[in-house]
């Protein structure tokens, strides 16, 4: 038998497998982004089913194979015992498409995990209404997106895109917001620098964030 390891993770997505179980990508902080199977969770009489969905943060006991990650037990995180609205889940799961786009598996940044953990709980507790503040925080730290904002490529933003992005990389604000109109250049980076940098289609995610923009204006 593999050896078992301990994990703290966000589960960015799954995917049901047979007649009962359930294959995930979760973002840890020990590991970084990570595939990982979870036998017969999706029983009636499993205890594993409601720890396992996307979004929640968990407590996992995993244990290592010749075929991968598999799940031994997991439980939640007490991050996790709130549920998202549906205005909130549409932006988390923005949250997780990014991610899984941007970042390589078994590549650990604990950086990212506790920015997205803020992020979500932020969710949670209805503080946010755009995805902008951690597009931007995520690409600082991937270093593509530089925190001096005389930088060149902040050329042409407004004075208000400025400030707004400026207030978020100094301060780290997940809060901070700005009109949609006065923000079409910097939402038209971020855009731009992830789908240059990324390795997943997220049409999927494109077609989220416009059905979120639509239910958050």
């Known amino acids: 038998m593999g050896k078992t390891i301990q994990l703290h993770g966000i589960v960015l997505c799954t995917h049901n497998v047979?007649?009962?179980?359930?294959?995930?990508?979760?973002l840890t902080k020990e590991q970084g982004k990570l595939p990982?199977?979870?036998?017969?969770?999706?029983?009636?009489?499993?205890?594993?089913?409601g720890s396992f969905l996307p979004l929640q943060e968990v407590n996992i006991l995993a244990r290592e194979s010749s075929s991968g990650l598999q799940v031994v037990s997991s439980s939640l995180a007490q991050s996790s015992m709130e549920t998202l609205g549906?205005?909130?889940?549409?932006?988390?799961?923005?949250?997780?498409?990014?991610?899984?786009s941007m970042l390589e598996d078994n590549h650990?940044?604990?950086?990212?995990?506790?920015?997205?953990?803020?992020?979500?709980?932020?969710?949670?507790?209805?503080?946010?209404?755009?995805?902008?503040?951690?597009?931007?925080?995520l690409l600082?730290?991937?270093?593509?997106?530089?925190?001096?904002?005389?930088?060149?490529?902040?050329?042409?933003?407004?004075?208000?895109?400025?400030?707004?992005?400026?207030?978020?990389?100094?301060?780290?604000?997940?809060c901070s917001s700005i009109p949609k109109q006065e923000a079409m250049g910097i939402s038209y980076l971020c855009d731009k620098i992830i789908s240059e940098n990324g390795s997943r289609n997220i049409a999927s995610a494109n077609l989220t964030k416009e059905i979120c923009s639509k239910l958050c204006n």
């Open 18 to 26: 047979g007649e009962a179980d359930r294959f995930a990508i979760i």
């Open 36 to 49: 990982i199977r979870a036998y017969g969770v999706r029983k009636l009489s499993s205890r594993k089913g």
């Open 86 to 100: 549906l205005n909130s889940f549409l932006l988390g799961t923005q949250c997780a498409n990014i991610l899984l």
């Open 108 to 137: 650990p940044v604990p950086e990212i995990f506790s920015l997205t953990k803020k992020y979500l709980n932020s969710c949670r507790e209805g503080e946010v209404s755009s995805l902008l503040p951690f597009s931007i925080q």
């Open 140 to 174: 600082n730290i991937l270093g593509l997106l530089p925190t001096q904002t005389d930088h060149a490529i902040y050329a042409h933003l407004s004075s208000e895109e400025i400030l707004y992005t400026q207030n978020i990389l100094v301060r780290g604000e997940m």
